[in-house]
């Protein structure tokens, strides 16, 4: 055993002396989602929220890496098992520069399978001053975003591999530009084999961040037919684009859509207008189109709209 963990040890070394891996990588997309810990060393100096982690070796642990959001947040999450529920604690936290993520742990709860609500974790974070605060510097993260070699502020050595989940491989595939359509193929096939209601649209803020279309040089032609900005859906049947342009100035279109079938709405878009403050400039534009939702989680959107555009949307709020 021994000799396998100092085989480890040089072999984490070697990557990181090597320094191939993804510059700056706390800026990079690759980092956000879903960690399985692989490996972990256990310096006698780990504070004890730390111990609760890297000192489990009867259960799954994972860390959730969230930065490009408006909550930055790392969260270690010990899973006993699928039947039995999770403890997960969470940390507010930010980017110091390429490598190193600050964080303060704020909050934790058990969430049990067999309970209805979760059971706080007992730990005053707010009493603990620092021993609530620490560093994370990412010393390795492989250019297939699959790897990464985290230390931390006491010491511990953490190599973590993503878990590849359906919905993380289509936002890995959009980030690289690779693999997208078999992500997408993918995630729908799993969706109809799941055997769930089908997808709503449903309310909320999304991003659209791929679609399937060349964009225009018109960005007003770009911007009415929601290949950029985002997309709002409201109560009641209603729909709004949204695209920030400059200084200030947004573009804006709103509109009412009708369900007309499974995952098939009508949509009509009619008011348009550019927005700058309390002023704005009506644009004479509209617009009716089919738009079919091919998958959603309510994190991720998949659908189909006009001329057989393919979309992808994500909620960031709820990508946490």
């Known amino acids: 055993m021994e000799v396998t963990m100092m085989a480890i040890e040089r072999a984490i070394q070697a990557l990181e002396r090597l320094g191939g891996g993804v510059p700056d990588p706390t800026n990079s997309s690759l980092i956000e989602g879903r960690w399985q810990l692989i490996f972990t060393t256990r310096p006698g100096t780990a504070s004890p929220i730390q111990r609760t982690f890297v000192g489990v070796d009867f259960f799954s642990v994972f860390q959730e890496v969230y930065l490009q959001t408006n909550d930055p947040r790392v969260c270690n999450i010990v899973s006993f098992s699928d039947a039995i529920g999770e403890l997960k604690v969470e940390a507010a936290a930010s980017i110091e520069d390429g490598k190193r993520i600050l964080f303060r742990f704020d909050r934790a709860a058990f969430s049990f399978k067999f309970l209805p609500f979760k059971v706080p974790y007992p730990v005053p974070f707010k009493l603990l001053g620092d021993e609530a605060k620490g560093w994370l510097d990412t010393t390795y993260l492989s250019h297939?975003?699959?790897?990464?070699?985290?230390?931390?502020?006491?010491?511990?050595?953490?190599?973590?591999?993503?878990?590849?989940?359906?919905?993380?491989?289509?936002?890995?595939?959009?980030?690289?530009?690779?693999?997208?359509?078999?992500?997408?193929?993918?995630?729908?096939?799993?969706?109809?084999?799941?055997?769930?209601?089908?997808?709503?649209?449903?309310?909320?803020?999304?991003?659209?961040?791929?679609?399937?279309?060349?964009?225009?040089?018109?960005?007003?032609?770009?911007?009415?037919?929601?290949?950029?900005?985002?997309?709002?859906?409201?109560?009641?049947?209603?729909?709004?684009?949204?695209?920030?342009?400059?200084?200030?100035?947004?573009?804006?279109?709103?509109?009412?859509?009708?369900?007309?079938?499974?995952?098939?709405?009508?949509?009509?878009?009619?008011?348009?207008?550019?927005?700058?403050?309390?002023?704005?400039y009506p644009l004479e534009m509209d617009k009716k189109f089919i738009l079919e939702i091919l998958f959603s989680d309510g994190k991720v959107r998949i659908s189909r709209g006009e001329n057989e555009i393919i979309f992808v949307h994500i909620r960031p709020d709820a990508l946490r």
Request: aromatic share 6%; net charge neutral.
């Open 144 to 280: 297939s975003g699959n790897l990464r070699i985290s230390r931390g502020n006491k010491g511990t050595t953490f190599v973590l591999q993503k878990q590849t989940e359906p919905r993380q491989k289509l936002l890995t595939a959009i980030s690289s530009g690779v693999g997208i359509k078999e992500a997408m193929d993918a995630l729908i096939s799993l969706n109809r084999k799941s055997g769930e209601e089908e997808p709503e649209l449903e309310e909320g803020e999304w991003q659209m961040i791929w679609n399937s279309q060349t964009v225009t040089d018109s960005w007003l032609e770009n911007a009415a037919n929601g290949l950029m900005g985002k997309q709002i859906i409201g109560k009641n049947g209603r729909i709004k684009y949204v695209v920030d342009i400059l200084l200030g100035l947004k573009f804006s279109m709103t509109g009412n859509f009708v369900k007309n079938g499974a995952k098939v709405y009508e949509v009509t878009m009619d008011d348009a207008a550019i927005i700058g403050g309390p002023f704005g």
